[in-house]
Nanobody
Framework: QVQVVESGGGLVQPGGSLRLSCAAS????????MDWYRQAPGKQRELVAD???????HYSDSVKGRFTISRDNAKNTVYLQMNSLKSEDTAVYYC??????????????WGQGTQVTVSS
């Protein structure tokens, strides 16, 4: 089993910043990829950013230049620094991790989500 826990969401004014964290724990041999997704009310879940074990990153066009994803491999933790927040960034943000259990089996695990609300 792999547990994934997000934290750091909250209410922020437009133009403000937030930093989300996501920690994975359990029977983990290795984590290959860690992603942040978001889902706004009435919309489909969308990929925001991802980072693989080598450090390569990918961002959606809507957040490029404003958000930065990073990870601490020793802590199995991924961060999402969100700057210049806009009202359209309001959503529940979910973390997903993919890797291998100690026995070599592949896993993909989701967190429970953390609410980010951008409003004045």
């Amino acid at each position: 089993q792999v547990q994934v826990v997000e934290s750091g969401g909250g209410l922020v004014q437009p133009g403000g910043s937030l930093r989300l964290s996501c920690a994975a724990s359990g029977s983990i041999r290795s984590i290959y990829i860690m992603d942040w997704y978001r889902q706004a009310p009435g919309k489909q879940r969308e990929l925001v950013a991802d980072i693989i074990s080598g450090g390569s990153t990918h961002y959606s066009d809507s957040v490029k230049g404003r958000f930065t994803i990073s990870r601490d491999n020793a802590k199995n933790t991924v961060y999402l620094q969100m700057n210049s927040l806009k009202s359209e960034d309001t959503a529940v943000y979910y973390c997903n991790t993919g890797g291998r259990y100690l026995n070599g089996t592949v896993f993909s695990s989701w967190g429970q989500g953390t609410q980010v609300t951008v409003s004045s």
